[in-house]
């Protein structure tokens, strides 16, 4: 009787799991790590897929950093960008350019417009004047020119559509509508939109075309799909890359339609230059990526000065977009966690070219019910009439069978999600011992999950120990943050490729992370090649001053044998400035309600940042305020300043760490009394005494300090400060 009851238990809890992935199948439900393990499916059979070799008939046109230090700030005024659309087809012959900008705002920087003040104004009775401007004008009306170069131009412009939920808001001028309501009728693909921000009217009337750029992440934040269509106002708009490969093709209206398809239902379907491109049922299709570095980057400031090969660009559809850090719309894919924007839209036009974009057919759903329920009946019958040795052999074949399947749907340009019956044949026979396994471990997960990205595994342990002492949730308290930047990053990234700064960074941020984790840190972001962390939270720390201090000196120590790896693989020599402040900060998760962070706010994070920000103009590697000396007694400290830093009235002592004070040697501390009284003459303005010991100090030792006060001196003697000088220095930058 027990083991009949335990059976009929055992085949209820079983049926009634596969009932809940059948309902998660027919999209009833919704499981967050079941569209993980799809995603990773997904990304795992396009990695191993994903065609190689470069791609000749697509190029990106980068706006890099070199472009921006040859050129100036983006956005540039439009007199270059008409020169850089000439030059793109008069001289290099591109197909097409596609533009992942919008060119949202007039330019008014010829100053035209003034001009026409003084002509119309105080200089209104000089005929001759108004002559001049109006024979002046056709040059100096860089919109006028730019709209010029784009017409009669195979050009697609760039804009955006706010999805519904976000705004209403509506500036420039959209395109004409590219397909009729009806012309999906009676499906109703794409991503319904509420607003839009568009290109001036005169760019979108003198444009033959222009596209949305939108991309829409799955709930991982990757980008693996993009929709070509979106509804408005009764009309249907087309994307960036279906609008520029159109005009590439010559510009044709775009045709649309819906066609049967086996084994039931029907799909919508676009065709642009002659080729038709299945959609999946909400106007999307998946990026076919490709491995490598497939398409050509030509820096804007080769085009424009004429250095770049035509080669890289003739005959080529080219898109014009940046990686310039501050500009780069960086995406994550399945290929890389800072992927460009831009290049999605060459993947996708070579998709379409190729004919290999994926959608996913309209019966994808019927069938993924209908294998979960199969298969979990046949599997329960086994598994409960045979034993588990049978069940396992029955799963195993079951798994090859689905796993067959996905390759035949993937060989058709199909995506048909199998994660759901592949979970269920899995999860049926793992059920028993699983499921006292999630049940147990369920707050440990919850804590990992929570506080897995930012603290050290270890860490995320000892947590789960005791999750309800942790929490998410805002609260103040007594910190100390670190702030660290690599000094010269723009001139350190021109002189790689992109392939190795992401491998440099990478191996840099791994050794730095490494450093703060050990003395139980928590990350709060990276920011480009910055790293920001802080201590005291989640987990409390007594010593979170000391740690953080220790955490700077080991940084700095760190980088001699980084370096020596770096030089032997022909990369640049790292060096990095470290801010490290204490004092009442806010922490938690906060964001909104689309993306959360938990992070730390408050004028202490603020000053540890001015604070790095300042140590490369006293030549030192690490600074800390007062705050920190006063609350670390570990390591002993030399004060660097008094100063006022951007944004903030009220003087900061600040100081550098010299190291723990146990072992100190007797020349540091030497050094460190005979600068603070040198310093103190130089507040008390004894500019000759001070003057004597700076000197005796850099003949000990030479420091970019010791001459940064000396230049101070010579230009007090010179220009004395005001007779209420506090000795206080002020910084009006960050």
């Known amino acids: 009787m027990k083991r009949h009851a335990s059976g009929l238990i055992q085949g209820a809890v079983s049926a009634l799991f596969v009932l809940f992935m ?16 799809e995603s990773w ?48 087809f008069d001289r290099y012959g591109v197909a097409a350019v596609g533009f992942d900008v919008v060119f949202a705002e007039p330019d008014t920087s010829s100053g035209l417009d003034h001009l026409n003040a003084l002509a119309r104004g105080p200089l209104a009775g000089i005929p001759a004047f108004r002559r001049q401007v109006d024979a002046l004008a056709p040059q100096l009306d860089y919109d006028a020119r730019f709209a010029g170069a784009l017409a009669g131009r195979p050009v697609s412009l760039g804009y955006y559509f706010l999805p519904r939920g976000f705004g209403d808001a509506r500036s420039g001028a959209l395109p004409p509508p590219a397909l009729p309501d009806d012309a999906f009728a009676p499906l109703n693909p794409g991503l319904p939109a509420s607003g839009y921000g568009a290109n001036l009217a005169r760019f979108q009337r003198a444009a033959p075309a222009a596209g949305f750029f939108n991309m829409e992440a799955d709930a991982d934040g990757a980008a693996r799909r993009m929709h070509l269509v979106t509804p408005f106002a009764g009309h249907y708009y087309v994307s960036l890359s279906v609008s520029t490969l159109n005009v590439a093709f010559g510009g044709e209206p775009l045709r649309a339609g819906v066609e049967p398809v086996a084994p039931a239902g029907s799909r919508a379907w676009i065709e642009a230059g002659g080729l038709k491109i299945p959609l999946s049922a909400d106007g999307s299709v998946y990026v076919p990526y490709r491995s490598g570095a497939p398409y050509a980057y030509v820096s804007a400031a080769d085009v424009l000065a004429g250095r770049a090969p035509v080669t890289q660009l003739e005959n080529r559809i080219v898109l014009v977009g940046s990686t310039a850090p501050g500009l780069a719309d960086l995406r994550v894919t399945p290929f890389s966690g800072t992927f460009p924007g831009v290049e999605i839209h060459a993947h996708l036009i070579a998709g379409m070219l190729d004919g290999t974009t994926r959608s996913t057919p309209p019966w994808a759903q019927a069938a993924r019910v209908g294998a979960v329920l ?9 598994m409960l009439r045979l034993g588990p040795l049978p069940g396992l ?28 019956p592949m979970l269920t044949v899995a999860g049926l026979y793992a059920f ?24 050290p595994p270890e860490l995320a342990e000892e947590m789960s ?16 943050v670190l702030f660290s930047d690599v000094r010269g990053f723009t001139d350190f990234s021109e002189k790689l490729p ?14 730095m992370t490494a450093i703060v984790q050990r003395e139980r840190g928590t990350i709060d972001k990276y920011i480009g090649d910055a790293i920001m962390a802080f201590w005291n939270a989640p987990v409390d720390l007594a010593d979170h001053a000391t740690r953080a201090v220790r955490t700077a000196l080991a940084m700095q120590a760190a980088l001699p044998a980084l370096n020596e790896e770096f030089a032997a693989r022909k990369w640049p020599e790292v060096k990095i400035g470290v801010g490290v402040n204490t004092g009442r900060m806010s922490v938690g998760n906060m964001g909104s309600e689309f993306r959360m962070s938990y992070t730390v706010m408050g004028d202490a994070v603020n000053l540890g940042s001015r604070l790095e920000g300042v140590t490369k103009q006293y030549g030192v590697g690490i600074l800390v305020t007062e705050s920190t000396v006063d609350a670390d007694p570990v390591h002993a400290y030399m004060k660097i300043d008094d100063v006022r830093v951007k944004g903030k009235e009220t003087p900061v002592a600040i100081y550098e760490p010299l190291g723990a004070r146990a072992g100190l040697s007797a020349d540091v501390s030497r050094d460190a009394a005979d600068f603070e009284a040198a310093y103190a003459l130089y507040q008390a303005q004894s500019w000759d005494e001070a003057e004597r010991a700076l000197h005796a100090l850099n003949a000990r030792a030479p420091r970019p300090l010791y001459d940064i006060y000396l230049d101070r001196i010579a230009h007090f003697r010179v220009t004395p400060p005001p007779a209420d000088w506090d000795g206080v220095f002020v910084y009006t930058t960050k």
Do not use: C
């Open 22 to 37: 059948a309902a998660y199948a027919a999209g009833m439900v919704r499981v967050a790590p079941i569209d993980r393990v």
């Open 374 to 382: 199969a298969l979990g009946t046949v599997l329960i019958a086994v």
């Open 393 to 420: 052999l029955a799963a195993l074949l079951l798994l090859g069978s689905l796993l067959a399947g996905y390759a035949a749907a993937w060989s058709r340009f199909w995506v048909v999600p199998l994660t759901a």
């Open 432 to 455: 028993n011992t699983a499921y006292g396994f999630f049940v147990e471990s369920r707050n440990k997960r919850q804590m990992t999950r929570l506080f897995g990205q930012y603290v």
């Open 41 to 88: 499916l997904y990304d795992a059979w396009l990695r191993a897929t994903a065609p190689q070799g470069e791609d000749d008939r697509i190029a990106i046109l980068d706006i890099d950093e070199a472009s921006l230090k040859s050129v100036g700030r983006w956005p540039w005024n439009r007199d270059v960008m008409t020169r850089l659309v000439e030059q793109l």
């Open 465 to 480: 120990q005791d999750p309800a002492h942790y929490t998410m949730e805002g609260q103040s308290r007594d910190m100390t």
């Open 498 to 511: 992109p392939a190795e700064l992401a491998a440099v960074l990478n191996a840099y941020l791994s050794k």
